[in-house]
């Protein structure tokens, strides 16, 4: 498939580009579908970090098309990963309910990038929904020994089928989606506090993602450097 503009301003900026393969497929409840691949390099060339992403690329109707996947239980050692995809009309849903082992598709490395605060969090704070979940858990495993506690929207009850991976110290509620997300934003604005110490990591729908971190860092004066944020999607 040849690439359009996206590609070449992403790889002007460092991009770098590998070849997944599908190693092996299945369905987690209805909505979703998860594939195990291998990244052709990519884990050995680029490392691994919490929350790590790519840019996929899709055939759109003949036009290629990015979606960016977190990597699920990325391992070095094998080069292999998973990835989740939730099962709704576009060209990536398409592509994974389709997919079968031996398929193929490019992906592209650039932009994703965290590292945890050191000194470590005395405590972490983490809002997603679905679209996040994945990231949440690399969070989650990453600071298995530092206390969290983590909001989670869902727009239907499928989406519960993905487990958040919370041990002793970590406390997970999940919220339902209503009034166009503000919901989520109240429940969460309501219980956070500007806490010593803690680390505030907020990822889901752009509008409620800006809504929480701007409560965060205007009303309750968090700094800057305590505070991690990103859309994943927008609902508009």
């Known amino acids: 498939m040849k690439r359009n503009w996206e590609a070449l301003v992403l790889k002007a900026m460092g991009g770098r580009d590998f070849r997944l393969t599908v190693l092996g497929t299945e369905s987690v409840g209805t909505h979703y579908r998860r594939l195990h691949v291998d990244g052709g390099g990519l884990l050995q060339a680029c490392g691994v970090h919490p929350t790590m992403w790519i840019r996929m690329w899709f055939d759109n109707d003949g036009r290629p098309h990015q979606r960016a996947y977190?990597?699920?239980d990325p391992d070095p050692a094998t080069g292999r990963f998973h990835l989740e995809f939730?099962?709704?009309d576009g060209c990536a849903a398409r592509w994974a309910s389709t997919a079968r082992v031996g398929d193929t598709i490019d992906a592209t490395v650039q932009g994703s990038s965290f590292t945890l605060p050191d000194p470590a969090p005395r405590?972490?704070?983490l809002v997603g929904d679905a679209a996040s979940l994945p990231a949440v858990n690399s969070l989650l495993d990453a600071a298995a020994d530092i206390p969290a506690t983590v909001w989670l929207e869902y727009a239907h009850e499928g989406?519960?089928?993905?487990?958040?991976?919370?041990?002793?110290?970590h406390e997970v509620t999940w919220v339902p989606r209503r009034d166009d997300g503000r919901h989520l934003v109240d429940t969460v604005c309501a219980a956070l506090s500007a806490r010593d110490g803690a680390h505030y990591w907020v990822?889901?729908?752009a509008g409620s993602t800006r809504a929480v971190t701007r409560h965060l860092r205007r009303t309750?004066?968090?700094?800057?450097d305590r505070v991690t944020s990103l859309g994943y999607w927008s609902a508009r």
């Open 70 to 72: 977190t990597l699920v």
């Open 86 to 88: 939730a099962l709704h």
């Open 123 to 125: 405590h972490l704070y």
């Open 159 to 169: 989406e519960q089928a993905l487990t958040p991976r919370a041990r002793t110290d």
């Open 203 to 205: 990822a889901g729908e």
């Open 220 to 224: 309750l004066g968090v700094g800057r």
